[in-house]
C-alpha cells in the first residue's frame, strides 16, 4: 500500500509530539527519556513515563534503530540449520542473549567455508557486538579485522583455525576412548567406526579417541573397519552394510555423531530378526534413544551447556574481561541403555 | 590486536590496486566488476577477472557492505530453535534463500509477541529485503510502515492478524479432523484432546478439527476430555494421566502436536505393561516415529514444503509479483503405524 495510506492509518498513533505536549515538555527531552539517555531530572522523567503511560505511546523501534544505527545484538553461525544437535545449542545462546539483552540472530554455513565467511562478516557489518561461531572453515584469519574493530568472538563445538580465540568445546576424544573402551569391556574385539568427513575437528577427534583406545587394548584397526565421510543415510547404510558382513565381520559400531547413530538403528533394526546382533554406541545423545528397543547407549553431549558457557564468556569479553583466549572444554556422558552391552556371543 | 597490526599482516594480501594494475585498467573498472555493476565491456570484464584469478584477490566483503550498505538477505522469525519441526522449515528456506543469492538470519520469539516485533523490526532496520515470519502477535500492523517501506513478508505456519499478508499453511483443521476419524474408525468413543496453548492458531484449529469430526459422528464432547495449555512434559503427563483414570477413561488421545506426542509416547510406554494399551494418534510426524514399538500414528506435516514454499513466494514478491496477498494450505497426511490402531477392547 502506499505511505500515505499507511501515514493515514497511523494518523490515530500517539506521538513523541503528542507526549511532549501531556508531559509539557520538549521534543528533546522526550527523546532522551525514551532513548534512556541522561540530562533529564526524576521529576521530567516520571512525568514523560507518565505521559507515555497514558497515551499507550510506543516509540517506532525500526525508525530509532535506523537513526542509531543498531540494536544490541549478537549473531551466530551455524553448521546446519536442521540438525537437532544445534536446536539447544542455539536457544541456550539466545537465551543468554535476551538475559542479556541482546537479540540473536543466527544462520548456518551449510559446512561450505565461504559460506561462514559470507555469513560472519555480513552479521559484523549489520553491527553485531559479537560473534559465537560453529566454524566450517579452516582460516578464520578473515575474522582479525572485525575482532581488531572490537567484535567479541567465540568458537564452539569446534575451535578456530589460524587465529587465537576463545573456544567452548566437548571432549571429543575422551568421549570416544570411553565409548570404545566400553564395547572392549563387553569383549568386543573388531569394532567399526562410521565418523563425519575428515577434516571437521569433531570427526577427526572421535576417530583419534576410537584409534587410541583399541591401541590401549592392543587391539589392530583394520583400514575397512573405518569409514569417514559425509552422513548422508545412503552412505552410513552402505558401509554398515560392508563392515557388518563379510568372513570376518565386526561384532560392534563406534558411530561418530547423532545423524550415523539415527541410520545405524535402522539397519539394525532391519537386520535384528536375521543374524546376531551387533553392539552399537553413538556419540551424541538424540530424543526417545531411551524409547527404542533396545535403548541406544551413547556418549552424550551437553549442546545446552556449551552454547551457554559459548554466550557466556562472550558477554563476559563484551563486558571487558581481557585475559587471553581460552579453551574450555567439556565431559561427555557413557549412557548405558542396551544397545551396546551385547556380547560378540550373543 | 591494533588495526595497525592488522593492517600489517593483511600488507601481503592483493588489493584492488594490484588487480587494476595487473589488468591495466582503473580502479573504478575492478570495483565495477567485482561489485557486478554495469559499463564494463566483456574483453575488460575478463581481462580484470583473470587478474583477479591469477593474484587470488578477494574483495573484504564486510568493508565492501559497509559501504552498500547491505547485501542481499532475508530474516527468518521462528517461534522456538529448539522445536525440531522448525529445523527442516528453516533449512528449506535457507536453501530457497541461497538459491536466490540471499543470506537468511533467523531469531526466534521464544511464543513472546513482543519478541516477534522486537526481532522484525531489528530485521528491517538492518535492511533485510524481506521476512518470513511464524507469527507469535496477535497483532502484525506494526509492521505496516515496513510493508509499505517495500519489504515483502510471508507468514508460515500460522497466518498474520489484522493485516492482509501472504501466509503458508498447513490445514490444521482437515488433518485433526482426519486423526480423530481415524480413531472413531477403530471403536473409540471417548476421545481426550491435548494441545497446545489456547489463541495459537494451529492449537485452535486441530481442536476445531477434533470438535467437528467428533461431532459428524454424533459423539459429545465432555470438557474434561479437552486440555489446551503449555506443552510442558510435566502438564501433559498429569492431564493424560487424569484423562486416561477414573470411572470412565478416555480409551484414545489426540496429541495437538510433536512435544504433546513425545512425552504422550513416554507415558505409554510406562503404562502399557500394567493396563490396557490407550490409542494415540499424533499431530506432526518426528524423527523414530516408526521405530518405537508400537510405531506412532501421525498426521504428517510438511515442515520443509511448508519453508520451501513460503520462501518461494517471498521471492516472487521481490521479483514483482503483484497479486494480492495469497492463503495457501498444504494438506497433511495420516501415517499409520500401530498406536492409533488398538481398538477399546485391545
Redesign the interface.
Known sequence: ???A??AA??GSRPTMKDVAARAGVGLKTVSRVVNGETGVTAETESRVRAAIEALGFRR???AR??RKGR?A?IGLVLE?????FY??L??AV?EVA?ANGS??????S?EVPERE???A???????VDGLVIVPASDDH?YL??????GIATVFVDRPASRIDADAVLTDNAGGAREAVAHLIAHGHRRIGFIGDRPHIHTADERLRGYREAMAAHGLAVRGDWVSMGATAPERVRAELDRMASGPDPVTALFAGNNRVT?TA??VL?ERERSVRPLALVGFDD???AD???PGVTVIAQDPARLGRTAAELLFRRLDGAAESPRRLELPGRLIVRGSGEFSPHD
Chains 1, 2 share one sequence.
Open positions: 500500500m502506499p505511505p495510506t499507511t492509518r497511523y517506532n523501534d525500526s534503530i535506523l540494536t545484538s546446519d540449520l536442521a540438525d537437532p536446536s539447544p542455539s536457544r539466545e535476551r537479540l540473536l540472530f543466527a544462520g548456518s551449510a565467511q559470507e555469513l562478516l555480513a552479521l559484523c557489518a549489520r553491527r584469519r582479525e579485522p572485525e575482532i581488531a574493530a539415527v538403528v535402522r533394526a538424540f530424543e526417545l524409547l527404542l528397543r
